[in-house]
């Protein structure tokens, strides 16, 4: 494979997944191999911080190497070295950073530290099919939905400025728990997303708070009032839903609506609270990344709703919607576009960073 050179090394360990990817010059990325930890976890409804941390150490020696065998390059192509630095686990970032900070000091090259949100932010200019990634416009909105962020923000002149944030749960979280209460396995999202596709919107349609100048994002209220659609279920129908653990052939036809009804209503706040931006400050460009931005409703209103007024939407390749390294690699790719300078050394992971700290 021909790439331009230098390249940049990216590591992605802020939760269960290790990740390492290889991306040169132009945006192309070359490999990236993401290890799941997800058999290690399941056992436990969700991610164990020890465990999590322990398996990255574990992993990385594989994952590395596979990353280099399948870009076809060797340690002494690398230009840069970025590692995610936060927000996340805090024993999981650690190793990640240290094992970016070791690399790069054992081969003298700069270390970019990166904010997790940044590299979902610029992800949906990456390409899958090996071409350079697509120019980064200079303004674009931005909006993020992940298991841990519901974030939309605004990037002018490569500058990222945070506008609005969940004030509680976040979008993905909500559906993990949600359908943990199903008894669905961890991630529960893709699961509840694809259940939701069968079901009847109709069949429940929770009261929608009107926030005044849609200010922030807010789940709670929509997953405590599933979590008690549940539970009115169980009652009504004597079933224990949480018992079910097979997926949609045990579910009763008003599981399936619950949850296609629950869906509408979680897509249905990212898009009014869009609908309201755009009219207050029209963008021309929305990308739109993070695991949520799999979710197929939420794909295809978003489509919609681009097409009636002509923004230039960029989805994220599905390839790179959940955690992944390439995208950390491309966002100090373009932070050395923009010359921000390299971290120090003895730059530290932080379990949570403000966005106006993020690429200072
Ligand atoms: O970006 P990501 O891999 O990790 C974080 O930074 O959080 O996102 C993972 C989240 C999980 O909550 C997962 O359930 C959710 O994304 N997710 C989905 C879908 N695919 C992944 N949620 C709804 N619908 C989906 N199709
Ligand atoms: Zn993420």
Request: proline content about 6%; aromatic content about 6%.
């Amino acid at each position: 494979m021909s790439f331009e050179s230098p390249l940049t090394l990216g590591i992605e360990t802020s939760c269960d997944d290790t990740a390492c990817a290889v991306v040169d010059r132009t945006g192309q990325v070359l490999a990236s191999v993401v290890s799941s930890q997800l058999s290690q976890h399941r056992p436990y409804g969700g991610v164990v911080p020890e465990i999590a941390s322990r398996e990255h150490l574990c992993n990385w020696p594989m994952v590395s190497s596979e990353a280099l065998g399948a870009a076809g390059v060797d340690w002494s192509d690398f230009g840069a070295v970025a590692a995610t630095r936060g927000p996340g686990l805090v024993g999981s970032l650690l190793v990640g950073l240290s094992l970016g900070r070791a690399i790069a000091w054992g081969l003298s090259l700069p270390f970019h530290g990166i904010h997790h949100i940044e590299g979902h932010l610029f992800s949906p200019f990456l390409s899958v099919d090996g071409q350079p990634a697509t120019p980064v416009p200079e303004n674009f909105d931005g909006l993020v939905v992940s298991g841990g962020h519901t974030s939309l923000l605004e990037v002018r002149r490569g500058e990222v400025c945070s506008l609005i944030e969940t004030r509680d749960d976040a979008m993905g979280e909500t559906f993990d728990k949600v359908g943990k209460r199903l008894g669905l396995e961890y991630p529960q999202g893709p699961k509840v997303d694809q259940l939701a596709e069968l079901g009847d919107p109709e069949g429940f349609r929770p009261t929608i708070p009107r926030i005044k100048e849609d200010l922030f994002f807010s789940y709670s209220g929509l997953k405590t009032q599933a979590l008690r659609a549940i539970e009115h279920l169980e009652k009504t129908t004597g079933l224990d839903v949480s018992r079910i653990r097979s997926g949609e052939d045990e579910l009763p036809e008003a599981a399936l609506d619950l949850l296609a009804g629950f869906r509408r209503a979680a897509v249905g706040q990212i898009m009014s609270r869009l609908e309201s931006r755009h009219k207050s400050h029209p963008f021309q460009t929305l990308a739109v990344s993070g695991g949520v931005a799999a979710n197929r409703l939420l794909r295809r209103e978003l489509t919609q709703w681009a097409e009636r007024l002509g923004i230039d939407l960029r989805l994220v390749p599905l390839k790179f919607s959940g955690d992944n390294a390439a995208m950390i690699a491309f966002a100090a790719l373009e932070r050395i576009k923009r010359g921000v300078p390299a971290d120090p050394s003895d730059v530290v992971v932080a379990s949570r960073i403000p966005f106006a700290n993020a690429s200072q």
